[in-house]
Every structure is written in structure tokens, then in C-alpha cells.
């Protein structure tokens, strides 16, 4: 497997990656520990910006979501979202994936893609397929560091699966915003934000001053009034889950 680095953008990408079909023999590898404990981060991180930055009343979607897990717990979290992925089981967000919804209910106020970008070859073709979903998009891809002399120097790399197959710098990012005319937000790791908003200051980067803490209480205290308050959907859920089954079952 070779690999080949931009020399204007700093940017990693394999050659032609033609083992692709055995490295999808199962969607999610063996190898991927971190599933659990990588989406319980994320959807606390999730919640934070949306409930901070974007109308928490909409629906969001989560684009290549995996098992579900993700929208499982932002749905518990109170926040409307749905699940798409075309390559995996839905298992945790059974009711809530995009094929549930009809056509005119296919925008979103935002759209995360969480561990996608680097399985891809062209970002740019799946970035706007995002688009057609949404004008906020939340991504999450960790960063190419400074130095890479070997595949094995890098943990991020995963050479084993073969399903990671584009590397990502800050400055390449930046060149795919700027095509579409968008607005990029990152933390300069692995959180990275698509969008048409411009924000005083960064949302990926916690305010850790005290003004910039009480000013951040006193916006979103504002806006929390202007919302419907942010209730768990866990009952919700459960009660139309158990509804779908009873129509579900035969009659007699």
C-alpha cells in the first residue's frame, strides 16, 4: 500500500485503493475499541454546539451513522435526530433513519458526519451530498501531524483495516470550505465544522475566560427562552416503537 503526500496542503492519501471490497467485507471493523466510548464523547460534544449555536427545535441528521449509536443517544438527549448510512445495519436507531422520513422532510438545520471523510476518495463529492442535507455540517477526522516517515508512525493510518484511505491537514480543509463558499470552524485536532454561519468566535474551542463564560450563559439562557426546553426523547421513542410493533403484529 503506498501513500502519497500533497506538497501544498500536507494532505495523505493511499494509491488507487483497490483492496476496498475486502476491507468492507463488515462495515465496522474488529479493530474499532473506541465505537463505544468515541460516540459518548462526540454526542456530549454534539449537544454542546447545537444546544449553544443551532435551533435545538429542528430535526439533524447523522450521515454514515453506523449502528445508530450516535442518534440513539442525542435522541435521549433530546434532540431530533436521524440516522443515514446506505453500508450498515441500523440497530440502536430503528424509527429514526432517513428512510423513515418522506422527501419534502429531507432538510436539515445540521448534519454531522462523524469518522466518514477519511474512508473516502473524494471529498468533494461527499461533501455535497451533505449539502443537499444541510448548510451545517459537523465532521470529525483527526488531523495529519507534522511528521509522517511510515504508515506505522501514525495510529490514525489503521493500515491493518485498509479502510482509511484519506488524510486530512487543516490547510486541505480549508481549500474544500472554500469551493463551496463556506465558513470553516476547527479544533485543530479532530472536530471540524462546514458551514454558511460566521461566529464571533470559534464553537469547536471551549471560552475559558470568565467574561467570555458569563456572556456564553447569558446567550444561551436567552435563547433557551425563545425554544421549547430540551426534553429526552427516550419515552417518546419508546412509546412509538411499541405502536409500530402493535400495527405490525398480525391480527386474530
Known amino acids: 500500500m503506498q501513500y502519497y503526500k500533497c506538497t501544498y496542503c500536507g494532505s495523505l492519501q493511499t494509491e488507487k485503493p483497490y483492496w476496498l471490497d475486502e476491507a468492507y467485507e463488515t462495515a465496522i471493523t474488529a479493530t474499532d475499541i473506541g465505537l463505544l466510548n468515541r460516540n459518548i464523547t462526540l454526542s456530549n460534544n454534539v449537544f454542546d454546539i447545537i444546544s449553544k449555536k443551532f435551533n435545538t427545535n429542528s430535526r439533524f441528521l447523522d450521515f454514515g451513522g453506523g449502528y445508530g449509536v450516535l442518534v440513539r443517544l442525542l435522541r435521549d438527549k433530546g434532540l431530533d435526530f436521524y440516522r443515514q448510512d446506505i453500508y450498515c445495519q441500523n440497530i440502536f436507531a430503528v424509527n429514526y433513519d432517513i428512510s423513515d422520513l418522506k422527501v419534502n422532510e429531507l432538510?436539515?438545520?445540521?448534519?454531522?458526519?462523524?469518522?466518514?471523510?477519511?474512508?473516502?476518495?473524494?471529498?468533494?463529492?461527499?461533501?455535497?451530498?451533505?449539502?443537499a442535507y444541510s448548510s451545517n455540517i459537523l465532521i470529525s477526522t483527526t488531523l495529519v501531524p507534522g511528521e509522517i516517515n511510515s504508515p506505522t508512525d501514525w495510529w490514525y493510518i489503521a493500515q491493518e483495516t485498509g479502510q482509511h484511505i484519506t488524510f486530512y491537514s487543516l490547510k486541505s480543509l480549508e481549500i474544500i470550505a472554500d469551493r463551496y463558499h463556506l465558513n470553516l470552524y476547527s479544533n485543530g485536532e479532530n472536530l471540524h465544522l462546514f458551514t454558511r454561519k460566521k461566529f464571533d468566535k470559534n464553537p469547536l474551542i471551549p471560552n475559558n475566560s470568565i467574561i467570555d463564560k458569563v456572556k456564553n450563559k447569558v446567550v444561551f439562557l436567552l435563547k433557551k427562552s425563545t425554544q421549547t426546553p430540551i426534553k429526552s426523547l427516550t419515552e417518546y421513542d419508546l412509546n412509538n416503537a411499541k405502536l409500530i410493533a402493535s400495527n405490525q403484529r398480525p391480527k386474530g
Open 107 to 131: 432538510k436539515f438545520e445540521a448534519a454531522t458526519c462523524f469518522e466518514v471523510f477519511e474512508h473516502v476518495t473524494d471529498p468533494y463529492k461527499l461533501l455535497e451530498e451533505l449539502l
